[in-house]
């Protein structure tokens, strides 16, 4: 069989690169049909995605550069690689929290800014250090929006550290909350959060109903020098409105990792130049996930981690198996089981399962699948996509 082609659009760490066999998979910069598409932060909206395109890998959690809606309408999955940077982004997150905690911003400038001979730096040392008394972060409050993998690891360090912590997060998952220390302390409402913190640390995604989550009506149910921190998206605050209150010095510090023209040179802004995924482990740990979801989906049609589609994993039972996505409509398994019917195919194993308007079906069936077979299928209204994927498409390499 041909190799695969991935066309790899940014730098993927190797260690997820070499988990695609040389014998099945050819890697390019620039390839005119690939089969799938590798990226981290290349914008696509205005990329010509080739009709070639069956999937699209992001090392990384948002997709905000991805045309994620244009994609599902050709049946392409979008996978994503959450929690696999979670834990880099919670160390940013302390680090955030410490540095306005102990008014470390200032005290490296002044310290960065001492001369003189040793007598003069120790008397400077000593009349202005006082300017730069903090606070401990232990008996203080944290309150935590948003309760995914990053949000619960940030929760549970802030409690090994003393702190009180408050969550609120209205979608949260079951597994999530499965992860979720005991002692954190459920808030019914963002504001009831807002009012009862010293710390607020924001983690969700940037949707419509998240857009300037945090806006002045927010800002002025907090507590006065209380500090806010985003590791999120820029946008999941309105920055008019943080500056506005650092200004008024109802806000101490706002700490993100996102430059911007409205932040840059503002007083109590701690900002960082998008570090959060940014160590080794992390890249590492996306490239390898985000590789290994891509090839199962592939190889074996298996759907982990996608934002527009719903996870579906089928053992595999018989050695021929169609992938079909389709909108979610009735009577669509019905007439995908009487098309194959038609062809004279005996279904072995088949799963579905929907999400939202996209529906995704893996059946295996017990001889092999004809190419007019896969026309009949994506003849059906509703289908957006069909994929023969027999078992030798999984033997690369």
């Not at 932060?41 to 699209?56: G, N, R, T, Y």
């Not at 996930?289 to 090839?295: A, K, S, T």
């Not at 398994?333 to 799963?351: D, R």
Request: hydrophobic share 50%; net charge neutral.
């Amino acid at each position: 069989m041909p190799a695969l082609q991935i066309l790899v659009l940014n730098q993927i760490s190797p260690a997820g690169l070499k988990r695609l066999p040389e014998a099945g998979y050819k890697l390019a910069k620039e390839c005119a049909s690939p089969d799938a598409i590798l990226l981290r932060s290349q914008d696509l909206h205005a990329f010509a995605i080739a009709p070639s395109v069956k999937a699209v890998g992001r090392a990384g959690a948002g997709t905000n550069n991805i045309p994620v809606d244009a994609l599902s309408r050709r049946g392409v999955p979008v996978f994503n690689t959450p929690g696999a940077n979670a834990n880099a982004v919670k160390e940013l997150v302390l680090a955030g929290m410490l540095l306005a905690a102990r008014n470390l911003p200032g005290a490296l400038r002044f310290a960065h800014g001492l001369a003189g001979n040793a007598a003069a730096i120790e008397h400077a040392v000593e009349s202005g250090k006082k300017s730069y008394a903090g606070i401990e972060l232990a008996h203080h409050t944290l309150g935590v929006i948003g309760l995914g993998k990053v949000g619960c690891l940030v929760a549970d360090a802030a409690i090994r550290l003393g702190m009180q912590v408050l969550g609120y997060d209205p979608d949260i998952t079951v597994d999530a909350a499965w992860s979720l220390p005991a002692q954190v302390k459920k808030a019914h409402s963002i504001e009831e959060l807002l009012k009862a913190s010293d710390f607020v640390t924001l983690h969700v995604p940037l949707l419509d109903v998240t857009r300037h989550l945090i806006r002045r009506a927010s800002v002025e149910k907090m507590k006065r020098g209380a500090v806010l921190l985003n590791f999120s998206r820029d946008a999941v605050v309105d920055e008019a409105a943080v500056v506005h209150a650092l200004a008024e010095r109802t806000l101490k510090y706002y700490v993100c990792d996102f430059p911007s023209p409205a932040l840059a040179g503002a007083e109590g802004v701690i900002v960082l130049p998008h570090l959060g995924a940014s160590t080794r482990e992390a890249e590492e740990n996306c490239a390898v996930m985000v590789v290994d979801q891509v090839r199962d989906y592939l190889e074996h049609g298996n759907i982990r981690n996608a934002v527009n589609f719903p996870d579906v994993v089928m053992s595999r039972e018989a050695p021929f198996r169609v992938a079909i996505a389709n909108a979610n409509v009735p009577n669509m398994l019905g007439q995908i089981s009487t098309a194959m019917a038609k062809a004279g195919l005996n279904i072995h194993n088949m799963m579905n399962k929907s999400r939202g308007d996209m529906a995704y079906t893996l059946v295996d069936v017990d001889s092999p699948v004809d190419a007019s077979v896969v026309a009949a299928l994506a003849a059906i209204p509703g289908v957006l996509s069909v994929r023969y994927v027999p078992l030798e498409t999984a033997s690369r390499g």
